[in-house]
């Protein structure tokens, strides 16, 4: 589409899109083209049109059968990317989940509890287990998370399996099994706390 402005104007270029047939993601390009330019090296920007769904609220199971999200990973990545518009409870089906957990910055998480636990029906345990990374959970910048009833197994290159910085603040971990034992490292820990987080509670962990 080209549009040609007068110095100093402005226009509105409509893109329609069907959710329902389209891509997730577009790239949208833009260049301007002044009369007498000097340097027209610094004309072109490109930006990146992201649609992603309403905001999370309510249960949402993570593998198995039924499942919402295939993986712990694809649970946290549309957290982040859709927020929260009320409280959402992540129910984990028994298995072998070979990934860390990192969250950070939640829309709506302020505002509304999420609760990440092994599912009511689970026949078995739920094994978080280190395949790359430093930790095996990181909440950064995040409040009002409950981690319950998970088995944190980490690898060689562990140094913390819970890990809370960047002002992460009134969060529970509680009945969590940490099972780490870093032969690489030598300072590490089951759970570090940075300075600035607040009102966390720790209780039942082994």
């Known amino acids: 589409t080209l549009v040609t402005l007068p110095p100093s104007h402005a226009d509105t270029v409509l893109i329609a899109w069907s959710t329902g047939a389209a891509q997730d993601s577009v790239l949208i390009s833009v260049e301007i083209l002044p009369d007498g330019d000097a340097n027209p090296s610094d004309n072109s920007h490109v930006c990146t049109i992201t649609i992603t769904g309403p905001p999370l609220s309510g249960t949402y199971r993570v593998g198995g059968l039924g499942a919402d999200f295939l993986t712990i990973s694809e649970a946290a990545l549309e957290l982040q990317q859709r927020g929260m518009i009320g409280d959402v409870s992540l129910e984990i089906a028994a298995g072998l989940y070979p990934e860390p957990l990192a ?104």
């Open 103 to 206: 969250l950070s910055a939640i829309p709506g998480s302020d505002a509304h509890a999420l609760t990440i636990r092994r599912a009511i029906d689970a026949e078995g345990p739920v094994r978080l287990i280190a395949t790359s990374g430093q930790q095996m959970i990181r909440l950064s910048g995040v409040s009002h998370v409950t981690l319950e009833g998970l088995d944190l197994e980490g690898g060689v290159n562990t140094l913390e399996a819970v890990r809370l910085d960047s002002g992460a603040s009134f969060n529970t971990i509680r009945n969590c099994n940490l099972l780490c034992s870093s032969l690489e490292q030598s300072s590490a820990a089951g759970l570090y706390v940075l300075g600035g987080c607040a009102g966390n509670l720790f209780e039942n962990l082994s």
